[in-house]
């Protein structure tokens, strides 16, 4: 091999690990900083979600507070049965995408960022969609002790149909 | 040049180079998945902060939420005054790393995932680092119509000993 060739080979070898390595100190610093808000907590076995939801409770009603807060995650196709909140609710979407729909009315896309403001007294069910996982706060009003009412599970043609 | 000594060149570019573009797809997807969880929003202006931070109301106080809800981002080294909230308030740091402090207690490190639920009439301030930016959804309980009383500013020598 002539020196020509070899000065060439290693300033070749050296520009373009400098470049992966500059790449990779990137990706470190973006995935640090890319972790969950909140653990996923625990597999919600209640009965009224359907598919894989997961709850990390956050705050409990107090004194002060007249709410209680959690952390919900939806795998993709999980959600919640139709419900009703006596004090209303809101929702603060933390991660990935999902639906919200209030019954008679189209379901509406949530993603990352958004908050819903659910009126009381008022049927609807939220999740993931098919195709995406979703994370929400859920802040939840108590009107006297109660803060939400349980009714029947979204069907699968209910679902299949919101996400044609 | 050798044949040999050209087809090594070849080869080490091919190998160097993929994996210079595979890093680089990895950093593409996670960027596009570590987008901030609300816009910034706009720089308060009140004479209540020190330093940058910012305010992107998310809630106004209605008939059911008895609080006021927003995003408010601190630039390193920026903080509330002093204040106290008449019926307490609800931290959700969603970014960064910053203080939380009670009059006459030591400061409390918070950081992203932790959630703050701070007494009624309790007189405290918050706010970044001085080496990190902080955001926090900031949840605000309602005594009547106030949901708080500003005080002193914290003097940088409150703020230096905190961030010794």
Redesign the interface.
């Known amino acids: 091999?002539?020196l020509k060739?070899l000065v060439?080979?290693l300033s070749?070898?050296v520009i373009?690990?400098t470049?992966?390595k500059s790449?990779?100190q990137?990706?470190a610093m973006?995935?640090a900083?890319?972790?969950a808000?909140?653990?996923k907590g625990n597999k919600l076995t209640n009965g009224y979600f359907t598919g894989d939801a997961f709850l990390k409770p956050?705050?409990a009603k107090?004194?002060?507070?007249?709410f209680a807060?959690g952390s919900v995650t939806f795998e993709p196709g999980a959600r919640t049965n139709w419900h009703i909140h006596p004090?209303?609710q809101?929702l603060?979407v933390?991660e990935g995408q999902g639906w919200y729909q209030e019954k008679g009315k189209p379901a509406r896309v949530i993603k990352?960022?958004d908050?819903i403001?659910i009126?009381?007294n008022l049927e609807h069910w939220h999740g993931a969609s098919s195709e995406s996982m979703m994370s929400h706060?859920a802040?939840t009003?108590y009107k006297g002790e109660e803060n939400v009412v349980w009714l029947k599970p979204v069907t699968g043609d209910e679902y299949t149909a919101v996400n044609k």
Chains 1, 2 share one sequence.
């Not at 107090?62 to 007249?66: K, T």
């Open positions: 091999m002539r060739t060439a080979l070749l070898t373009l690990l470049a992966c790449n990779k990137q990706d973006i995935t900083n890319n972790t808000l909140f653990p956050l705050l107090d004194v002060n507070n007249g807060m004090k209303g809101v603060v933390t990352k960022g908050v403001n009126p009381e706060i802040i009003n």
